[in-house]
């Protein structure tokens, strides 16, 4: 997707996250038993991927902060786009009988915190995340009223001041719409493959967002 004007683009959340006392915050969360639940949804074919990097690093952050993260691959699910013939009235049952309804939406509901982890497909979110959240429509009241926390984490070839701006327009306008609470974002340009992630700054800022919660 052609060469970057060597714009380092990083979430501003991330920075100030990390500008936290992490250690005592943390800390003083464990001790008032207020640890989450917190779901990883892996959104790339590639397993070992830079997205799945940035993924696994927060996920580790998380933990050693006391948090209980799992991850799902949404890649290895059967998740058909919604058909929009709204039996649900946004508030029943989905007619499709697939893994999302029979498995992630009760894991969407039962957790506290949700990561959207993805590669930036034609500056936007990949097409089988967005399946996702389109599915939210079959309950998109009782998920409004949940308040559920989430986490951006987005990787893209370029490192241009741009690439991001549509994933996160669309983040901020689902976490708006959906009274989603932002805890934070890694956004790594220059992370076209998993040798140039694991060379840059990003790794490390997803572990330290987890870290930070
Ligand atoms: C279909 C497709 C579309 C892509 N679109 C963009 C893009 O718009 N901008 C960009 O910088 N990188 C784009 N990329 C590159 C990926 O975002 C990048 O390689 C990323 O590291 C892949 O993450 P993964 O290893 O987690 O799959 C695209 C890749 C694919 C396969």
């Not at 100030?16 to 943390?26: E, K, N």
């Not at 029943?92 to 894991?107: F, I, R, T």
């Not at 609470?181 to 076209?192: A, I, M, P, Q, S």
Request: glycine letters at 10%; one cysteine or more.
């Amino acid at each position: 997707m052609g060469g970057g004007l060597g714009v380092a683009v990083l979430g501003e959340t991330v920075f100030s996250c990390c500008g936290f006392r992490r250690d005592s915050f943390s800390c003083s969360r464990r001790q008032r038993g207020v640890n989450m639940k917190i779901l990883v949804l892996k959104s790339s074919g590639n397993t070992k991927g830079s997205s799945a990097i940035l993924a696994d690093e927060f996920s580790r952050g998380a933990r050693e902060a006391g948090h209980e993260v799992s991850s799902y691959d949404i890649m290895k699910a059967d998740i058909r786009p919604c058909t929009g013939c709204n039996v649900c009235g946004m508030s029943g049952p989905c007619v499709l009988k697939d893994d999302y309804e029979q498995e992630l939406k009760g894991l969407i509901k039962e957790h506290d915190m949700l990561v959207f982890a993805m590669p930036v497909y034609y500056y936007n979110w990949p097409a089988q995340l967005k399946v996702v959240v389109d599915r939210f429509y079959s309950f998109t009241y009782e998920l409004t009223n949940m308040r559920k926390k989430v986490v951006l984490l987005a990787v893209a070839w370029d490192n241009t001041s741009s690439v991001f701006s549509v994933t996160q327009a669309y983040y901020e306008t689902i976490c708006d719409y959906m009274h989603f609470e932002d805890r934070g974002r890694v956004l790594g340009g220059g992370c076209g493959s998993p040798s140039m992630t694991r060379a840059s700054q990003y790794p490390e800022a997803a572990y330290q967002l987890g870290r930070s919660l």
